[in-house]
């Protein structure tokens, strides 16, 4: 139906406008019944806990196939049902739509319930179900669960994991990125000790690390150990720098240091609280330090001024009537290893060198090259000259110049103007390069083995295509564990233009679930897009009845400095549309899962899904209303 027509005003009724889109709907419908039909043989895959999530997920992707704006327009204009919020119920959504156009224009109508695979009420039980059978029961209070991601002292110290799961953590997730199955199997049993003594459920993901493309070690940097003073606005000393004088080899902490270093045992045994030890730092400044304070693991000293303590570093005890003693120092900290790229610069990543390889030239001599391994030296097969890459979460980006069978040369294209430091460990994304890479590594499958053994549920990380769930599930069957819950993480640009396969792949399982992993797919699909993509994602699961888990830097800055920023209160609310939203480590963490379970209490009452709810507004008052007292 033509657009300008359908934009008319209804105030008075046509009949025939009104027919047309019947017979608009009718042919829509009957896409959606072709579309499934075609779907036959992927249908007949699925877990019979799946089949209505299938047949709906077919009908909503056919639904989506073209464009509907018009057609939505013009139900809203009439008072119907645009099928803005169809997702979960495509069909009977659809024939409701119709029945009621039939009625207004006493035309017969017949149900046909038949063809629905599942109503309004009957498709959110369902997600219910799929979400419990995964993540667990409902907690009480709120609707959606909270994952915590366990840092690694969680294995050692059980009563970390007990503060978490009474603070409300649904789920613990073990990253196997990190630590190994001795540390997992701690970390485990500490929770389903916590959780016995809770008397609450509490759910384990274990996340494998996957086929992570990642920059290699780069070279320690100096040993060096900087103190540096509080001073106020207009630099008057507010607080001196504090350091540990202990001796060299000890690790017992001197009270109230913040920061230690090594000393000859036979000079410390001289030293006494008063004494001023002088020294010229690294840059050849001169410093002094004041001993405040003594205790059995050593002493407690003061400065003024910002210095800089290298393994060079005489320092000299001086008091009134004794001949100074000179002493050295040991155990500073050696600083990361970290390589500075400029804008304009170029880095190399190589199959297994770190050293920076000279940079080729004629006439002067040139800067060497910052170099870096990375983890996965296969890609280089597989990318060209001109793709992107980008190092960091995103922070750093380039464009691949040259491709050896060695080596790839980069030509970095995105950083700050004061440049940037890359260190080892750090991500590597490559969003234009189709790569060909196995969905699971050696290493993933050995660690299958123990979350077989101790977890509920296992996340397949950089899942890209369906066969890749269908290997993990032969692992799992080979593990007599074919009933774990799966996870697919979609972290990469792959996974999200595949998402309708892998969600087909992922009812073949008794309990599945995925996760937006919106750091990585941030950087693959670009930050420009990952609201629409995050929607996206949203709105398929809703069509399959799969539970989602809202994930990456998820207050993030107040679980590492305990005070938020207003635009992550704001994102954490958007995780109510989810059933399950992760939490990062952080030494603020039980405050970040406090105040997350107080926005998602709060957020419940207001949204489901993208639907809002028409809750009495109690803050405002009415106009006009008389006041009460």
Not at 87 to 112: C, Y
Not at 250 to 259: D, H, I, L, S
Not at 368 to 387: D, H, I, K, R, Y
Request: glycine share 8%; aromatic share 4%.
């Amino acid at each position: 139906m033509p657009r300008n027509k359908q934009r008319k005003a209804v105030d008075t009724w046509d009949e025939a406008e009104c027919r047309a889109v019947i017979d608009q709907l009718w042919a829509l419908r009957a896409s959606l019944q072709g579309y499934e039909s075609g779907l036959t043989p992927l249908l007949q895959g699925v877990d019979p806990g799946y089949e209505f999530s299938a047949r709906n997920l077919a009908h909503y992707l056919a639904l989506r196939h073209s464009d509907q704006r018009a057609l939505q327009e013009w139900l809203t204009r009439v008072g119907l049902s645009s099928l803005g919020r169809a997702e979960s119920h495509v069909m009977a959504n659809l024939d409701k739509v119709l029945g009621i156009l039939h009625r207004l224009t006493g035309q017969p109508w017949e149900s046909h319930s038949g063809d629905e695979p599942i109503g309004i009420k009957s498709s959110r039980k369902l997600l219910e179900r799929h979400t419990a059978d995964l993540l667990g029961p409902t907690p009480s209070g709120r609707s959606v669960r909270i994952m915590v991601t366990l840092p690694s002292e969680a294995a050692g110290d059980f009563g970390l994991v007990r503060r978490l799961v009474t603070s409300g953590m649904d789920i613990a997730r073990i990253n196997c990125a990190h630590d190994g199955p001795a540390e997992w199997k701690a970390m485990a049993a500490h929770v389903r000790r916590a959780a016995k003594s809770a008397s609450r459920p509490v759910r384990i993901l274990m996340d494998l690390g996957g086929p992570k493309l990642r920059t290699g070690p780069v070279a320690q940097g100096a040993e060096v150990l900087r103190l540096k003073p509080l001073r106020d606005e207009v630099g008057r000393l507010v607080t001196p720098a504090r350091i540990g004088l202990r001796p060299a080899g000890a690790t017992m902490p001197v009270a109230g240091a913040p920061v230690h270093a090594g000393f000859d045992v036979a000079w410390l045994a001289h030293l006494e609280v008063g004494d001023h030890i002088d020294f010229k730092d690294a840059r050849g400044a001169d410093r002094r330090l004041l001993v405040v304070h003594q205790d059995e693991s050593g002493f407690l000293a003061e400065c003024a001024q910002t210095a800089y303590l290298v393994s060079q570093t005489q320092l000299k005890r001086k008091r009134k009537g004794h001949s100074p003693r000179i002493t050295g120092l040991a155990d500073l900290p050696r600083q990361e290893g970290l390589l500075h790229l400029e804008r304009g610069g170029s880095l190399r990543l190589t199959r297994g060198s770190v050293e920076d390889l000279p940079e080729k030239g004629k006439g002067k001599a040139q800067r060497p090259v910052p170099t870096v391994a990375c983890t996965l030296p296969e890609v280089f097969e597989q990318v060209c000259v001109g793709e992107r890459i980008w190092f960091d979460d995103g922070r750093i980006g380039g464009v691949i110049k040259r491709v050896e069978p060695d080596w790839l040369e980069v030509d970095i294209t995105h950083a700050r103007d004061s440049g940037e430091k890359l260190a080892g460990d750090k991500g590597i994304n490559l969003p234009d390069s189709q790569l060909k890479l196995p969905a699971l590594t050696d290493k993933d499958i050995e660690d299958l083995a123990v979350a077989a053994e101790v977890a509920d549920m296992v996340g397949l990380s950089f899942v890209q295509q369906a066969a890749d769930v269908e290997t993990l599930r032969a692992c799992l069957l080979r593990l007599e564990r074919p009933g774990l819950g799966i996870v697919l993480k979609i972290e990469t640009r792959r996974a999200f233009e595949n998402l309708p396969e892998l969600l087909f792949a992922a009812m073949a399982c008794k309990t599945a679930g995925i996760m937006i992993a919106r750091g990585d797919l941030a950087v693959e699909c670009g930050y420009e897009r990952l609201a629409e993509v995050q929607e996206e994602i949203l709105w398929a699961a809703e069509a399959a009845h799969m539970p989602v888990i809202w994930a990456t830097q998820v207050l993030e800055t107040l679980a590492k400095t305990g005070l938020p920023s207003r635009a992550e209160i704001t994102d954490a609310a958007m995780g109510e549309r989810a059933e399950c939203v992760m939490l990062n480590k952080g030494p603020h963490i039980t405050e970040a899962m406090r105040t997350l379970d107080d926005i998602l209490r709060r957020m419940q009452a207001h949204q489901s899904k993208k639907r809002p709810l028409l809750r009495a507004l109690r803050a405002w008052g009415m106009p006009g209303e008389a006041k009460a007292g």
